[in-house]
């Protein structure tokens, strides 16, 4: 939170005094997130922490009031190059965007790990995420086999430009493509419960024949539930993620089930892959840290509740 | 007040009035045309549910509408409604979840943080005279931050405040007429917009919106504390903003710390399309309540034709500007 709040404030001056402030000891590591819209990213940063402690080094953990601010984003990845960290870790909001900011750390011989969406290009030594595209299959095989493989469906994705909102989409859309009676009838963006709610309520009355739904995140699957009470409808809903509203609605029956990744393993991944860089280690480019289809049937079996998170 | 300048104010109050009227026709006029538009083009859309999806997207928009319509005929301008509302959704959970309090008590405190914040910016307005727009724009950003800083971060959810739903997704008329199911959040926005015409037509604060609008100066040379109605309207402002909170945070079933940003926009577009003059001195209630209509009209109207998300900004923006243009227009004839 201390670190959030320095984001907040001018970051020229954050810039100037921080070089003398992160020169302790342990060697620092910046990992910037997407933002703090999401329980997610508390997992990710618990997951950064505890890898940190495990490998006696300080970061620090920023990201922009919203995964829409691209520009925010390349402003705290300059602040923090300025902090001289010896590693960095990246949650990029866009493919391309933000690579004349991360150049600098290329040139400056300072290892990149990127972590939960990629970048379009071979700067990073790994990439820590979940296979999206394979992940978002699976909740549309889960969705198809609940609606007896025939009929309508919909989907309300979180975002258009992010890989893990075009990954998503692909394999969901891909998916389905494999299921010849069944065909995709909307696909809606919103990141917002409020939002994702009430762009559902009229796709449901566009589509009164519409069967199942998938909801490509947590704000999404949030707002698929509260569609799914206001309405009191029927149709068959699966999620992405988690956090309490989205573990509430599964066991109250609003959606059947949820994909969940492994945040705390993503951050994790981060944080230990800069540490075995920094080693000499060689990685694979890209490390999947998982994801696991859950119901209200298994969400209390350990494997699957230490990734699950409120 | 001398003689003289309730005459000037009463007369261009008077001339302005027909103006807002004519100009609430239109956007009434529009809102109908859409509606038509839509229940032509689609099957669906003209249907009791789709009617309740429309009023219950419109609710919180028109609510923070409201608290934007009345600092902006009184010529300010309030970028802070949306993490304002945010703020007083997360009061209202540390109330009534983290400390446990009634809700009698949780409601009230977010409705007073509201008037309290904005008796903060608009002291800073009247009496350090720092731009609105600067004063507000701070407030924002201040706000969300603090919104993050007091809950780390984390939701607070209202598990332990069952009655808590009964502010806006429940439907306590569908007890006394079965099937008819209009969420609470209506009723709220309906209360709300009644009360907030009465003060702004009926109450002395009510002139002084108008008055501060048109001739601030001339309002001063007559003697009146002007710096002190001006607290007034922020906070009375401030405290619909509460409203919007306590709205939107029934319907999450959560105070989410990170939302607000961005509200504020929809809001001074729903005054706007409304007929509120971004001057000052002219506007109604009843219009911001249809231009939030108008938005959600339109956005529900084009996600049930299934036209591509990206055009649903397109249109807003596009009825925005005419919105404008006509009331520059009106203006000019009146």
């Not at chain 1, 100037?16 to 999401?38: L, V």
């Not at chain 1, 939960?116 to 999206?132: I, L, Q, R, Y």
């Not at chain 1, 009470?229 to 609003?254: C, M, P, R, W, Y």
Request: hydrophobic fraction near 50%; charge should be neutral; include cysteine.
């Amino acid at each position: 939170m201390k670190k959030l709040l320095a984001s907040a404030a001018v970051l020229a001056a954050v810039s100037a005094y921080s070089t003398a402030s992160y020169a302790g000891d342990a060697p620092y590591y910046a990992i910037i997130a997407k933002g703090f819209s999401h329980q997610f990213w508390q997992a990710v940063k618990l997951g950064a922490e505890t890898q940190a402690k495990a490998d006696g080094v300080t970061i620090s953990f920023e990201g922009p009031n919203t995964e829409a601010e691209i520009d925010k984003q390349i402003d705290i990845l300059n602040a923090a190059f300025a902090k001289k960290p010896v590693g960095l870790g990246f949650a990029a909001l866009d493919t391309k965007a933000e690579d004349k900011a991360l150049k600098q750390f290329a040139d400056a011989k300072i290892p990149i790990v990127a972590f939960d969406s990629g970048v379009a290009n071979d700067m990073p030594v790994t990439t820590c995420t979940t296979d999206n595209v394979a992940a978002a299959a699976e909740a549309a095989k889960q969705l198809a086999a609940a609606i007896g493989d025939e009929g309508e469906v919909a989907a309300e994705i979180h975002d258009q430009t992010s890989a893990t909102g075009i990954g998503r989409r692909k394999g969901f859309e891909d998916e389905m493509a494999k299921h010849t009676k069944i065909k995709i009838v909307d696909v809606k963006f919103a990141n917002e419960a409020g939002k994702a709610a009430d762009d559902i309520k009229a796709m449901m009355t566009a589509h009164p024949n519409l069967k199942g739904i998938f909801a490509s995140n947590e704000g999404a699957a949030v707002g698929l539930a509260i569609a799914q009470k206001e309405t009191g409808s029927k149709i068959v809903g699966v999620g992405f993620d988690s956090g309490k509203k989205q573990k509430d609605a599964i066991n109250a029956g609003l959606l059947i089930g949820s994909i969940t990744q492994n945040p705390v393993g993503i951050g994790q991944c981060a944080v230990s892959s800069l540490t075995k860089t920094l080693k000499g280690e060689k990685l694979e480019k890209v490390i999947d840290t998982g994801f696991y289809y859950y119901t209200k049937d298994n969400m209390s079996d350990p494997k699957i509740a230490a990734v699950l998170y409120d | 007040m001398t003689a003289t300048t309730i005459a000037e104010t009463e007369s261009a109050k008077s001339t302005f009035f027909t103006v807002a009227t004519l100009q609430k026709a239109v956007a009434f006029a529009v809102l109908l045309l859409l509606i038509a538009f839509f229940s032509f083009t689609s099957p669906v859309f003209l249907s009791w549910g789709n009617a309740i999806n429309i009023m219950t997207a419109t609710s919180v928009n028109a609510v923070l509408g409201i608290a934007c319509t009345l600092v902006i005929i009184s010529a300010g301008i309030d970028l802070s409604v949306g993490t304002l509302m945010t703020f007083c959704a997360i009061m209202a959970g540390i109330l009534s979840v983290n400390l446990g309090l009634p809700l009698y008590i949780g409601i009230p405190g977010a409705l007073l943080t509201g008037a309290a914040v904005g008796v903060c910016s608009g002291s800073l307005i009247a009496y350090l005279k720092i731009p609105p727009f600067i004063v507000t724009l701070g407030f924002m950003r201040a706000l969300y931050g603090l919104n993050l800083v007091m809950t780390n971060a984390k939701p607070i959810y209202f598990d332990d405040q069952p009655n808590y739903s009964l502010i806006s997704p429940d439907s306590s008329i569908s007890l006394l007429i079965p099937g008819l199911g209009i969420p609470n959040a209506v009723f709220v926005m309906l209360i709300v917009a009644v009360l907030a015409a009465i003060i702004l037509n009926r109450t002395i604060l009510g002139r002084f919106v108008f008055a501060l609008g048109s001739n601030e100066e001339a309002v001063r040379l007559s003697g009146v504390n002007v710096n002190k109605w001006k607290v007034a309207i922020y906070a009375l402002s401030g405290m619909i903003c509460g409203v919007g909170g306590l709205l939107i945070s029934s319907r999450l079933g959560s105070a989410q710390p990170a939302i607000g940003m961005g509200y504020e926009l929809d809001a001074i577009a729903a005054t706007v399309i409304g007929g509120t003059s971004l001057t000052g001195g002219r506007g109604t209630i009843l219009g911001t309540v249809i231009g939030a209509f108008i938005i959600s009209v339109l956005s529900n109207g084009l996600t049930v034709l299934s036209v591509a998300d990206q055009w649903k900004f397109v249109a807003t923006g596009v009825i925005l500007v005419t919105a404008v243009y006509i009331d520059m227009r009106l203006k000019k004839r009146a």
